[in-house]
């Protein structure tokens, strides 16, 4: 079992930052890949970020790539998603997500059937 929390969410101008934590309780963190989802309303889930075990690779969707970086530690249990030049509609619920199938190599977009563990979500409002 794998409890996920997020934390740094909030409300912020258009072309502003903010980085969002996942904070992971449970053992062997390394071997799940880790996502970021968000939600807009009355919107479907979507894909974000997600990263490798080790940390090594990454996928981006086309909306955030050269915008939003996520990384990892490890040793901390927690993945991050930086977020920078912030656009009104990136405005969303987000969500972290963690796949444990040891089958994610990071060549494509995490989907959502295949998450195991879902974290409560965090607020980002974009205000133009």
């Known amino acids: 079992q794998v409890q996920l929390v997020e934390s740094g969410g909030g409300l912020v101008q258009a072309g502003g930052s903010l980085r969002l934590s996942c904070a992971a309780s449970?053992?062997?963190?390394?071997?799940?890949?880790m996502g970021w989802f968000r939600q807009a309303p009355e919107k479907d889930r979507e894909f974000v970020a997600a990263?490798?075990?080790?940390?090594?690779?990454?996928y981006y969707a086309d909306s955030v790539k050269g915008r939003f970086t996520i990384w990892r530690d490890n040793t901390k249990n927690t993945v991050y998603l930086q977020m920078n030049t912030l656009k009104t509609e990136d405005t969303a619920v987000y969500y972290c997500?963690?796949?444990?199938?040891?089958?994610?190599?990071?060549?494509?977009?995490?989907?959502?059937?295949?998450?195991?563990?879902w974290g409560q979500g965090t607020q980002v409002t974009v205000s133009s």
């Open positions: 990263i490798t075990g080790s940390g090594y690779s990454t």
């Open positions: 449970g053992r062997a963190f390394s071997l799940y890949a």
């Open positions: 997500a963690a796949d444990g199938a040891l089958t994610y190599t990071a060549a494509q977009a995490m989907a959502v059937s295949s998450i195991d563990y």
